[in-house]
Structure formats: structure tokens, C-alpha cells
């Protein structure tokens, strides 16, 4: 008799206390009464009727990522894998359709996923996916936000987190980088060394017109020198061709001098012999003599072509009178 009470106690303690269950937060638990839905308990300490309550089940009301791979193929003929999160979440108040009506929510949402990403990438090129892939994102959410909010599910957000497209894509994508890169610093290799070519041509025409300027000048005070010295000899009784002639010589001195004071010069100058000088002073002399001579005729020939053309437009109506031969001097 004793014994029977004792078992009595433990059953009676064991219904009691499963008559109690606790409720984790951001968690719903469905229960049913014979199989019939009951009620939905939230957080907490709750009570049911032990045998004939029972918990159904267990819906986390927190937000889920669920993260989806799917294989497609773009419109410039690209096989590129896409891995897309859906954030979802239970709505509290639909608890009961997202425990009854659907029994595999992340199959569901993996089946509309497949279908709008494989509807929305064909439509772009590769470049664009990578532009646009935002713009799938939201394409996803739309369509998953209209198809499980009949089942008490809501997208919180969707993100495209990764475009990988086939090996051999991607290393031809980064070839044609690198020599987009390498063209880039070969034009600006090519206007650097433009600039440096234009300035160093620049800086040598200054160079010499600043040259020429100095010489222009040197020359013009050579020749005032020249012409001074030329009024003094003349002053003195010399004539304009000897002290031209001598001053020549004076010069060619000069320069020998100035070759002999330099120990490394290899500059060699024709005739070098002792009367070097003086053959150099009578040919010029000379020389002189012959261009006066050849200056006079032609000054007399002149005249006398300028006299006849004078004589002709005085007398233009006279018959032309029988020319005479000219003697030349």
C-alpha cells in the first residue's frame, strides 16, 4: 500500500510539473490540444494541461541570413557564381501561417532567389553585374517580400556579398587592368619625356639666340675697333688698304701667339712659314689695287650707260642716227 502511494506521488509530482514549460525570448511556442491548434505562447512561464496539451513546436521569431550560390549565365555569354544573403525574419503577429502553411521556409527562399537572379543577370553584361549588382539585391527582396509574407515571413534586407566568375574570365579581366595600366603610364611616360624634349629644345634656342646675341655683339665692337684703328693710321698717313693689310697681318700674329700660348692645342695653321706674313700683306695689297681698278671701269661704264639713257628721252621724235662703234678702253 505504501509502495502505491509512493508511485502515486512521483506520477502526481511528474504531471505537476509538466503542467509548467518556459518560453526562451524572441521565441514562439505553438501549442495544440489533441492535435488542434491551441494557442501561441510567448516568453516566459507558461502552463498547460498535461496530457492533452503539447507543444507543436518552436518558432525563432530573431533575425536568420540564409546564403545562397547560384550559378547563372550572363548576356555576353559568362558563367559567373553569385552568393546572395537574405536576411529574413518571422513576423510575431503571423506566427501561427509561418508554422503551418510552410514547412520549409529557407527552400522556399533559396527557389525564389534561383528564379529572379536567374531572370535579372542574363539581362546584363559582366562589367554591369559588378555595376548593378545592388539593383539585383532589390529585385530579389521585392519578389521575396511579396511571395513570403503570405506565409508570415519578412525580408529584412538581401545582398549580393559575391560575383565570382569563371578563372580564365577573371585572369583575362585582370590582363586587360594591367595593360590599361601600363598604357596609362606609357602616355604619361611619353608627355613626361615630351616636356623634358620641348624644354631642352626651348632652353637650347635660348641658349643661342643668347649665343648669337654675343657674338652680334662681339663682332660689332670688333669692327668699331677696326674703324678706329683705321682713323688713326689714316691720321698718321697710312691709307685705307695698308692699314686694312696691316691690320690683317696684326691679327694673324695674334692668333699664332695665342695657338702657342696654348701647350694642348692640335690646331694647325696653313702657310706657317717665316714670310708668311708679308706674301699674305702683298697679295692683299694687290688685291686691293685690282678691286679699285675693277671699280673705277664700272663706274665709268655706268655713266656713260646713264648719259646715253638721258640723251634717248630728250630727243625722243629724231630718226635713230647710225650708231657708232664704241672704242673700250
Do not use: C, W
Given at each position: 500500500?505504501?509502495?502505491?502511494?509512493?508511485?502515486?506521488?512521483?506520477?502526481g509530482?511528474?504531471?505537476?510539473?509538466?503542467?509548467?514549460?518556459?518560453?526562451?525570448?524572441?521565441?514562439?511556442?505553438?501549442?495544440?490540444r489533441?492535435?488542434?491548434?491551441?494557442?501561441?505562447?510567448?516568453?516566459?512561464?507558461?502552463?498547460?494541461?498535461p496530457?492533452?496539451?503539447r507543444?507543436?513546436?518552436?518558432?525563432?521569431?530573431?533575425?536568420?541570413?540564409?546564403?545562397?550560390?547560384?550559378?547563372?549565365?550572363?548576356?555576353?555569354?559568362?558563367?559567373?557564381?553569385?552568393?546572395v544573403?537574405v536576411?529574413?525574419?518571422?513576423?510575431?503577429?503571423?506566427?501561427?501561417?509561418?508554422?503551418?502553411?510552410?514547412?520549409y521556409?529557407?527552400?522556399?527562399?533559396?527557389s525564389?532567389v534561383?528564379?529572379?537572379?536567374?531572370?535579372?543577370?542574363?539581362?546584363?553584361?559582366?562589367?554591369?553585374?559588378?555595376?548593378?549588382?545592388?539593383?539585383?539585391?532589390?529585385?530579389?527582396k521585392?519578389?521575396?517580400?511579396?511571395?513570403?509574407?503570405?506565409?508570415?515571413?519578412?525580408?529584412i534586407?538581401?545582398?549580393?556579398?559575391?560575383?565570382?566568375?569563371?578563372?580564365?574570365?577573371?585572369?583575362?579581366?585582370?590582363?586587360?587592368?594591367?595593360?590599361?595600366?601600363?598604357k596609362?603610364?606609357?602616355?604619361?611616360?611619353?608627355?613626361?619625356?615630351?616636356?623634358?624634349?620641348?624644354?631642352?629644345?626651348?632652353?637650347?634656342?635660348?641658349s643661342?639666340?643668347?649665343q648669337?646675341?654675343?657674338?652680334?655683339?662681339?663682332?660689332?665692337?670688333?669692327?668699331?675697333?677696326?674703324?678706329?684703328?683705321?682713323?688713326?693710321?689714316?691720321?698718321?698717313?697710312?691709307?685705307?688698304?695698308?692699314?686694312?693689310?696691316?691690320?690683317?697681318?696684326?691679327?694673324?700674329?695674334?692668333?699664332?701667339?695665342?695657338?702657342?700660348?696654348?701647350?694642348?692645342?692640335?690646331?694647325?695653321?696653313?702657310?706657317?712659314?717665316?714670310?708668311?706674313?708679308?706674301?699674305?700683306?702683298?697679295?692683299?695689297?694687290?688685291?686691293?689695287?685690282?678691286?679699285?681698278?675693277?671699280?673705277?671701269?664700272?663706274?665709268?661704264?655706268?655713266?656713260?650707260?646713264?648719259?646715253?639713257?638721258?640723251?634717248?628721252?630728250?630727243?625722243?621724235?629724231?630718226?635713230?642716227?647710225?650708231?657708232?662703234p664704241?672704242?673700250?678702253?
Amino acid at each position: 500500500m505504501n509502495i502505491a502511494l509512493i508511485i502515486l506521488l512521483v506520477f502526481g509530482v511528474f504531471i505537476l510539473l509538466s503542467s509548467f514549460f518556459t518560453v526562451k525570448q524572441q521565441t514562439a511556442v505553438v501549442v495544440e490540444r489533441f492535435g488542434k491548434f491551441l494557442s501561441i505562447r510567448q516568453s516566459g512561464l507558461q502552463l498547460k494541461i498535461p496530457l492533452i496539451d503539447r507543444i507543436a513546436g518552436r518558432v525563432n521569431l530573431k533575425i536568420q541570413q540564409l546564403d545562397v550560390i547560384i550559378e547563372t549565365k550572363t548576356k555576353d555569354n559568362v558563367f559567373v557564381k553569385l552568393k546572395v544573403s537574405v536576411q529574413f525574419m518571422v513576423i510575431k503577429e503571423t506566427v501561427y501561417d509561418a508554422f503551418y502553411k510552410l514547412e520549409y521556409p529557407h527552400d522556399q527562399i533559396t527557389s525564389y532567389v534561383f528564379d529572379v537572379v536567374r531572370a535579372e543577370v542574363p539581362k546584363l553584361k559582366l562589367d554591369d553585374v559588378f555595376e548593378r549588382k545592388d539593383d539585383i539585391a532589390i529585385a530579389v527582396k521585392g519578389e521575396l517580400n511579396e511571395a513570403m509574407t503570405t506565409y508570415g515571413y519578412t525580408i529584412i534586407n538581401t545582398l549580393v556579398t559575391d560575383i565570382d566568375p569563371d578563372i580564365q574570365v577573371k585572369n583575362a579581366m585582370n590582363r586587360i587592368n594591367a595593360a590599361d595600366r601600363e598604357k596609362t603610364v606609357a602616355e604619361f611616360e611619353a608627355e613626361a619625356s615630351r616636356i623634358r624634349i620641348v624644354a631642352k629644345a626651348e632652353a637650347e634656342a635660348e641658349s643661342k639666340r643668347l649665343q648669337g646675341q654675343g657674338i652680334a655683339n662681339q663682332r660689332r665692337e670688333i669692327a668699331k675697333g677696326l674703324v678706329e684703328s683705321v682713323d688713326v693710321l689714316n691720321r698718321v698717313g697710312i691709307n685705307s688698304q695698308e692699314a686694312s693689310a696691316l691690320i690683317v697681318v696684326t691679327q694673324h700674329y695674334d692668333t699664332l701667339q695665342a695657338i702657342g700660348a696654348d701647350a694642348n692645342s692640335n690646331l694647325i695653321l696653313l702657310p706657317n712659314s717665316p714670310q708668311a706674313g708679308s706674301d699674305m700683306l702683298n697679295n692683299m695689297i694687290a688685291s686691293f689695287s685690282a678691286s679699285n681698278q675693277v671699280g673705277e671701269l664700272m663706274k665709268k661704264r655706268n655713266a656713260k650707260a646713264a648719259s646715253k639713257r638721258e640723251n634717248i628721252i630728250e630727243m625722243p621724235d629724231k630718226p635713230d642716227a647710225p650708231e657708232t662703234p664704241e672704242i673700250e678702253e
